[in-house]
C-alpha cells in the first residue's frame, strides 16, 4: 500500500446538508456523538495501511482544518499524514472548484511529486466500514486502468446513483447517471454475477456506483489532462473512459454503506447507530477502529435519568430527565424535567463555568444546553445552541419543509434543525 495515494473529496457547498453546512464543511459535520464524517474515510485509509491522504475542500474549512490537524499527527518516521488542499486560484486557473474530476486536476502538479501507482479517490460523506487492500487488490488483479466500488440496490433508491452493467469479468459496459422511468428499468441487470443469491438478486436488480474510485496513475492523469472541459467523476470522466475503451471494473461492497449527504440520510443513520442488539453500523470493531480528536474529558453524569436505546458522549451532565432512542453529543447538559426523543443533539465545543451559568440565568439569558422542562422529538440540535425552560420543539404542525433562520431553525423533511449557536427563548413552541 505503501504505493497508493488517497484522496478525499471534501465535497462543495454541501446545500443537501444545509444547514448542518452553515459554518463548516461538510467532511467537518459532527457524527455518532463524538466524530466527524471525515474521520470515516481517513479511519479505513489507516486501518487499510494507506497512510498518504489529501483532503480536497473550498467550503468553510476553518473547522476541518484545525480537526485534522489535532487528531492525524503521524511521527516522523513516516511519510504519512493527513493533510487539507483547499481551492486555489493561480494564473493558468483561476477558478474555484467546478467538480470532483476538476478539484483533483487542480492539484496534478502536487499529487505527480509523489510516487504512487494508485490513486485511491473517496467520498467524504458515507458511513461504511472498507478494507481498502481488497479493493485495491482487485484492481491490480483485473489489470483495469479503473476500478470501482459498486453496491446492489433496490428499485425504491436506484434513481439517486450512477448505475451500470457489467459483463461476467466485471468490466463495467454501460452506465447511466440518476436514470428514471424507462431509462431506470433499462439498467437492470441480473446480480448474482456479482455473486449474490437469487433471492437478493431480485430484490436488488441494479449496480449502483458509491462514487469510490481506484485509478491507476497514467490513467487518471490521461483522462484528466485530455478533457479539461469535464468536471466530474461520476456523470463524465469514468463513462467516457469506458467508452474509450479503458478497462473500467466493478468491485462488490457487500456491506453497510450509507450516503448521508441529505438531512435525512443523516438523521436516520445517526439514530440507526443506537439499535441493539446489532446497529448496522458499530463503532465498536477494536480491529478497524475509527479514530477522531483525543478531547480527554471526562465521564458523562447521569442524576436520576431515565435513559432507553441511546448514546451518550462523553463529558455529559444529564439531571432528572427522560432520553428515548437519542444520540447526545460530547458536553451535552440537559436540565431536569426534560424529554428527548428521537433526536440528535451535537453537544458543544466548551463548557460553561457553574458561575457563568447561574449569572446568565439570573440576567434571563439562556445559558448553552437545553432548558428545564423542555421537550425535542424528531430533532437534530447543533452545537453550542442554547435552548430555554419549558421549550417544545416538536413539529406540531408536521410541517416538512421551512425556513426560519431568523428564529434559529430550519425543518428539512419532517425534521427540525436547531443552527449552531442558536438561541431558543423560554416557552417557544416549533
Known amino acids: 500500500m505503501k504505493k497508493v495515494l488517497a484522496i478525499i473529496l471534501g465535497g ?156 461476467d469479468s466485471g468490466k463495467v459496459i454501460d452506465f447511466s447517471e440518476k436514470p428514471k422511468g424507462d431509462a431506470l428499468a433499462q439498467m437492470r441487470v441480473d446480480t448474482t454475477i456479482l455473486g449474490l443469491s437469487k433471492e437478493q438478486a431480485e430484490a436488488q436488480p441494479y449496480i449502483a456506483s458509491m462514487g469510490i474510485y481506484v485509478f491507476k496513475k497514467d490513467a487518471l492523469f490521461k483522462l484528466l489532462k485530455e478533457a479539461l472541459e469535464k468536471t466530474d467523476f461520476g456523470k463524465e470522466i469514468i463513462p467516457d473512459a469506458a467508452a474509450a475503451g479503458y478497462n473500467v471494473q466493478a468491485y462488490l461492497f457487500d456491506d453497510y454503506w450509507e450516503d448521508i449527504g441529505t438531512i435525512e440520510a443523516f438523521y436516520h443513520a445517526n439514530l440507526a447507530l443506537t439499535q441493539q442488539p446489532m446497529p448496522p453500523f458499530s463503532f465498536y470493531d477494536e480491529d478497524a477502529p475509527i479514530y477522531t480528536r483525543a478531547r480527554y474529558l471526562p465521564p458523562s453524569k447521569l442524576l436520576n435519568c431515565h435513559v432507553t436505546e441511546s448514546i451518550i458522549g462523553e463529558g455529559c451532565i444529564l439531571k432528572n430527565c427522560r432520553i428515548q432512542h437519542s444520540v447526545l453529543g460530547v458536553r451535552s447538559r440537559i436540565e431536569a424535567g426534560c424529554a428527548i426523543e428521537e433526536s440528535l443533539l451535537m453537544g458543544a465545543d466548551f463548557y460553561q463555568a457553574s458561575v457563568e451559568r447561574h449569572c446568565s440565568i439570573d440576567k434571563g439569558d439562556i445559558p448553552v444546553g437545553i432548558g428545564t422542562d423542555t421537550i425535542i422529538r424528531r430533532a437534530i440540535i447543533d452545537k453550542n445552541a442554547r435552548i430555554g425552560h419549558d421549550v417544545k420543539i416538536i413539529n406540531k404542525d408536521n410541517v416538512q419543509e421551512a425556513d426560519r433562520e431568523n428564529q434559529g431553525f430550519y425543518i428539512r423533511s419532517g425534521i427540525v434543525v436547531v443552527l449552531k449557536n442558536a438561541v431558543i427563548p423560554d416557552g417557544t413552541i416549533i
Request: with cysteine.
Open 12 to 167: 462543495g457547498a454541501g446545500t443537501r446538508l444545509y444547514p448542518l453546512t452553515k459554518l463548516r464543511a461538510k467532511p467537518a459535520v459532527p457524527v455518532a456523538g463524538k466524530y466527524r464524517l471525515i474521520d470515516i474515510p481517513v479511519s479505513n485509509c489507516i486501518n487499510s495501511e494507506i497512510f498518504k491522504i489529501y483532503v480536497l475542500t473550498q467550503f468553510n474549512s476553518a473547522s476541518l482544518n484545525r480537526h485534522i490537524a489535532r487528531t492525524y499527527n503521524f511521527t516522523g518516521f513516516s511519510e504519512g499524514f493527513v493533510e487539507v488542499l483547499a481551492a486555489q486560484q493561480t494564473p493558468e486557473n483561476p477558478n474555484w472548484f467546478q467538480g470532483t474530476a476538476d478539484a483533483v486536476r487542480q492539484y496534478l502538479w502536487l499529487l505527480e511529486e509523489w510516487d504512487a501507482e494508485e490513486y485511491l479517490i473517496l467520498s467524504g460523506d458515507h458511513l461504511y466500514r472498507m478494507d481498502y487492500r481488497q479493493f485495491i487488490q482487485r484492481h491490480r488483479e483485473t489489470g483495469a486502468d479503473v476500478t470501482l466500488s459498486v453496491i446492489p440496490i433496490d428499485d425504491r433508491r436506484a434513481s439517486d446513483f450512477g448505475l451500470m452493467k457489467i459483463d
